[in-house]
C-alpha cells in the first residue's frame, strides 16, 4: 500500500500560501526525496503528514489513514523534525526510554536503537551538551523506536560534517533497503542525487516534478551543443535549428559530430563545438527558479 498519500494538499497561513493543491504518493521500498528552495512548503507538508498542522484544504492519509487516526503512530512512522527539539537535562537514554514508556514501546527497543545509532556510550550523557552530530543521531533514534514502516526526515543533514552526512545516508538507503518508505526533505539537488530512488519536487507550495532520480538525471543532462564560428549566421543556416545567442549557437537536436561534418563539407570555419552538459544543480536551478522566495 501507498505509505503516505496526498491529494490536494493546502495550507494558508493567514495570507501566506505555504502549501498549494499538492498531490503525491510516496511508496515504500524506496528512499523518496522532497526537493525544494527555502520556504517552498517542505516542513508545512511533514508537519500536516504528521498531524502537527491542520490542511486548510485537501488531505494526507499515512498507510490509508489520517495520522490522528493511526491506531500505534510511532510504529507506523517515525519522523526527525527538528533534532534540537529535546530536553536538554535528560540522559539520551532516559530521553529515549520516556518516549517508549509512553507509547507503549518495550524498554530493550531504547538499547537497540542505541546501538544502531552508534550512540550506546553516551547513552548516559546530558543531552544537552550534545553536539549537533550527535542531537541528529538521538532524533533518529526516536523516530526508530517504533521500528516503523514509514520514516519522514527533515533536512537530516543539514550542518552535518562529511561523516555524519555519509552515516544518515547509508542508514535511510538501508531502511528503504528493508522495504520502509523513507521521505526526506532537502533543498540541496546534490545531497538527493546520492540519495534518492524518487523525487518529488516543490516550489511556492506547489508540485513541479515527480519523477524517478535516474529519468531526472537523463533529461537534464542532455544538455546541448554550443558553436561559436566567425561565420556563425551560414552555420544557423545551414543546419536549419538551434538558439541564437550574440556569440553562439545552441543545439540541442544534433550531435557534434552531426554539425561538424556538416560544416566541414560547407566549408565553414568553426571557433568552438563543444557539448555542454549542466551539473544537475545547475538542472535543478532551471527548474524551480520562478519558485524562488528570495533571489538574490
Ligand atoms: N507558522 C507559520 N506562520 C506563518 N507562516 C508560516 C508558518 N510556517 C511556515 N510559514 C510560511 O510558509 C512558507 C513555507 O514554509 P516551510 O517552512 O514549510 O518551507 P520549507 O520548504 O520547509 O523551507 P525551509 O527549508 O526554509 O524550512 C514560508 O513562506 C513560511 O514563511
Redesign the pocket.
Known sequence: MTAIRATNLS?R??P????AELSFDVEPGRVTGFL????????????MILGL?RPSGGAVLVDGRPYHELRHPLRKVGALLDAKAVHGGRSARDHLLAIAQSNGLPASRVEQVLETVGLREVARRRVGGFSLGMAQRLGIAAALLGDPEILLF??PVNGLDPDGILWIRTLMRELAAEGRAVFV?S?LMSEMAQTADHLIV?GK?RLIADTGVDEFIARSSQGYVRVRSPRLAEVADLIGTGERHPDHLRVTAMSTLEIGTLTARAGIPLEELTHVRPSLEAAYMELTKDSL?YTS
Open positions: 495550507k497561513y493567514g501566506t500560501v505555504a502549501v525544494g528552495p527555502n520556504g517552498a512548503g517542505k516542513s508545512t507538508t511533514m508537519r498542522d527533515d533536512e526533505s533543498h516543490i507550495g522566495e
